[in-house]
């Protein structure tokens, strides 16, 4: 079982930034760690993942340049920095793990309880 809390939404300008945080507990050995949004009337969308070894990360192309995933594995956090944020980021941003770190939310087992971002033009 893995336990995932997001915190670090909120409301922000276009352009400007915020940082999201994922604390996970439980077992969360090799576990790859995605970032995922859902905006009202939309279905869930890939954001950004970050793979268990390597360091590998991948991004949507609505957020590559502008969204960084990182991870720090001594502290069981992810993080998800969002720069020159767009109206169309708004949306609830979950994060979530899974032992395969596809693009796809069906293949992630474990789910935090999502955090808002609303970006204001």
């Known amino acids: 079982q893995v336990q995932l809390v997001e915190s670090g939404g909120g409301l922000a300008q276009a352009g400007g930034s915020l940082r999201l945080s994922c604390l996970a507990s439980g077992h969360t050995f090799n576990k790859h760690m995605g970032w995922f949004r859902q905006a009202p009337g939309k279905e869930r969308e890939f954001v950004a993942v970050s793979k268990w070894s390597g360091g590998s990360t991948y991004y949507a192309d609505s957020v590559k340049g502008r969204f960084t995933i990182s991870r720090d594995n001594a502290k069981n956090t992810v993080y998800l920095q969002m720069n020159s944020l767009k109206p169309e980021d708004t949306a609830v941003y979950y994060c979530?793990?899974?032992?395969?770190?596809?693009?796809?939310?069906?293949?992630?087992?474990?789910w935090g309880q999502g955090t808002q971002v609303t970006v204001s033009s």
């Open positions: 979530a793990a899974s032992l395969d770190g596809s693009s796809r939310p069906e293949e992630y087992a474990y």
